[in-house]
Nanobody, 124 residues
Framework: DVQLQASGGGLVQAGGSLRLSCAAS????????IGWFRQAPGKEREGVSC???????YYVSSVRGRFTISRDNAKNTLYLQMNDLKLEDTGVYYC??????????????????WGPGTLVTVSS
């Protein structure tokens, strides 16, 4: 079974930082594009950042320059370093995986595999 277990969410003040991690198992991690989606209260899910199997990255414009995605294929783990957090970054963050052709395609479509999500709350 594919498992994507995200961790690292929590409560942080605006301007602060968090680092999300996603431990993956049950599939060939280094053969998949992986990434992060989020769902803010009252909004649809959106692709935040994705990384292809060869390390090409994509960021939604609202997080570009503040978030950094990375993967460690030896540890089957995905990371999202989030700096200068804003109130609008609040939401449930989901780790996702797919055999997408590019990280951009992954971010605008519905990835095949989803983890249960971790809550990030940014306070003023």
């Amino acid at each position: 079974d594919v498992q994507l277990q995200a961790s690292g969410g929590g409560l942080v003040q605006a301007g602060g930082s968090l680092r999300l991690s996603c431990a993956a198992s049950g599939f060939s991690f280094d053969g998949y594009a992986i990434g992060w989606f989020r769902q803010a209260p009252g909004k649809e899910r959106e692709g935040v950042s994705c990384i292809s199997k060869d390390g090409t990255t994509y960021y939604v414009s609202s997080v570009r320059g503040r978030f950094t995605i990375s993967r460690d294929n030896a540890k089957n783990t995905l990371y999202l370093q989030m700096n200068d957090l804003k109130l609008e970054d609040t939401g449930v963050y989901y780790c996702v995986a797919d055999r997408a052709s590019t990280p951009q395609n992954m971010a605008i479509n519905f990835p095949r595999y989803w983890g249960p999500g971790t809550l990030v709350t940014v306070s003023s």
